[in-house]
Each structure stands twice: as structure tokens, then as C-alpha cells.
């Protein structure tokens, strides 16, 4: 009894040693550790920026390909579907249908979006925008939507490995 509080008592020291050391900041450099996370939550959504980016550039090379005009992104489109992937994250589903917003056309209806024609894509797992594109295109229903001439408007949001398109035409 007596080692197994000691090994105990020992690894609670080293802990304590280890997160003391971590909390150490140099005289004159503010908060370092709040600087730090600021600056990882900064670089983290520039990482889902990209890649969102990215997947409209693919999709508007596809939709070229094929002779069909590029579609523009939408600022409040792309706010709802980060919204969306945030939600399927954080509520552990995957599905069109959300228990917070329920479907996309009620959470497009929710964020003011007017549309004639409006379609949904999701993916979950893939690590790139080439992926994700590549697996959408190899899917009939999904390359519809990409491929939609009545689509003129695109919103792209990522996050942690869950993928949302929405498109809308007006």
C-alpha cells in the first residue's frame, strides 16, 4: 500500500512540475497562453477557409469541364453550412435532416435565404477537398447537385472532418 501512494504521490508531483512549467511566461510577454490559443483558433479556421475554398474551385473546374458556368460563393450560404457541419460535429449525427435546424431548406428559410431551386451535399471522413470532390463526383446524386444548371450560388462549410455544400439558384 505504502508504494503504490508513493508511485501515486510521485506521479502527482511530476504532473504538477509538468503543468507549472507550462504555465511559466517569460516577464513582458503578456499572455502567452491565450495569445497562443487565439492564434490556433485563428490558423484552425483559416484551415477550414481553404479548404473550403478549395472545394468551390474544384467544383467550378468540374462544372467547367462539362461546359456549365461557375457558380459564386455566398457569403450567408457559407455561414450556414459551416453551421451545418459544426452542428452534425458537435450533435454526433449525419444526416440532411438536422434536430437543431431540420432540413436544409428550413435552415435556409432560418438564415434568410431565398431561392427558387436549392440542394444539400454532406460527406464525413475525408481529410482533403480533393477528396471529398472526388467522392461527391463518383456519387450520381451528389455530382447532380454539383453539376445543377440551376445552381448559380454555392456555400462550402468545413469542419472537423464533416463536409457541407448548399447550393441555391435564384
Known sequence: MKKRTMRWASAGLVLSLFL??????PSGSGNASAATSKSMAALYAQIQNER?????????KERAAAGLKPL??????SKMAKDKAIDMFK????????PLYGSPF???????????YAGENIAKGQKSAEEVVEDWMNSPGHKANMMNA???????????GYWVQEFIGK
Open 20 to 25: 507549472a512549467s507550462l504555465s511559466f511566461v
Open 52 to 60: 473550403a475554398a478549395k472545394v468551390v474551385a474544384l467544383v467550378n
Open 72 to 77: 459564386t460563393v455566398h457569403t450567408n450560404l
Open 91 to 98: 450533435n454526433k449525427y449525419f444526416s440532411h435532416t438536422s
Open 106 to 116: 428550413d435552415m435556409m428559410d432560418a438564415y434568410n435565404i431565398t431561392y427558387r
Open 150 to 160: 440551376n445552381y448559380n450560388l454555392i456555400g462550402v462549410g468545413y469542419y472537423n
